[in-house]
């Protein structure tokens, strides 16, 4: 089992910047995938970013150039730099672990964190 934890939610202006952190704690392997995905009212969950153990990145269209996915391996820490937050940016976050174990990952998730743009 993995647990899942994030935190650094909350409300700013548009414009401003959030960082977001989640601690993943238990039976992490060490082939695996971390990301953050988000929910808006009325909308299905998507994908924000993800990093690999490998190193890799992904970004979706959507936040490129604005927010920026890294990891700290040897704490099992995953962060998501927020700049130039829009309204449209308003969702609740949530970070996900997937695991590799030879045939598929297995998926965790946390509880989430609201994130909300507004003037």
């Known amino acids: 089992q993995v647990q899942l934890v994030e935190s650094g939610g909350g409300s700013v202006q548009p414009g401003g910047s959030l960082r977001l952190s989640c601690a993943a704690s238990?039976?992490?392997?060490?082939?695996?995938?971390m990301g953050w995905y988000r929910q808006a009212p009325g909308k299905q969950r998507e994908l924000v970013a993800t990093t690999s153990s490998s190193g890799l990145t992904n970004h979706a269209d959507s936040v490129k150039g604005r927010f920026n996915i890294s990891r700290d391996s040897a704490k099992n820490m995953v962060y998501l730099q927020m700049n130039r937050l829009k309204p449209e940016d308003t969702a609740v976050y949530y970070c996900?672990?997937?695991?590799?174990?030879?045939?598929?990952?297995?998926?965790?998730w946390g509880q989430g964190t609201q994130v909300t743009v507004s003037s």
């Open positions: 238990g039976s992490i392997f060490s082939i695996n995938i």
């Open positions: 996900a672990l997937g695991n590799w174990d030879g045939d598929a990952f297995q998926t965790y």
